[in-house]
């Protein structure tokens, strides 16, 4: 019967041992994911611009902009491409493919429409 220190010396031998063919697995799957996600959420493609040249500047935006909530439920990005590939439905009622110029307009555009809402604010007081 093994002791809990060579249970625990056992896994440590074991991971470092396959540590590369541990990670290198995690890189293909976390691109197929990716991949498969955005041919769920209707291609290479961003929905406001077409801009199409280059997959790797696309982003998943958050239709409701909760995408701080949805960080801490997934965890990481592995969690998150895993859980969105695997359930369509909810990735196309969540999720929508923005280039990075297009994601980040719209969160500054957010961003001003909260700072206008809280103009709006001072005003009333
Ligand atoms: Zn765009």
Redesign the pocket.
């Known amino acids: 019967m093994a002791t809990e220190e060579q249970k625990r010396l056992y896994r440590h031998n074991w991971f470092t041992k396959n540590r590369e063919s541990l990670y290198e697995n995690r890189r293909k799957n976390m691109r197929k994911w990716r991949l498969r996600l955005l041919d769920i959420l209707g291609g290479k493609k961003?929905v406001?611009?077409g801009?199409d040249k280059d997959f790797r500047a696309l982003n998943f935006d958050h239709l409701r902009d909760d995408g701080r909530k949805d960080r801490k439920i997934h965890y990481n990005s592995y969690g998150f491409y895993r859980f969105y590939s695997e359930n369509p439905e909810i990735a196309k009622s969540n999720l929508q493919v923005?280039?990075s110029?297009?994601n980040t307009i719209k969160k500054y555009d957010n961003m001003n429409y909260l700072l206008n809402q809280s103009n709006d604010i001072d005003k009333m007081v």
């Open positions: 961003c406001s611009c801009y923005l280039c110029n297009c």
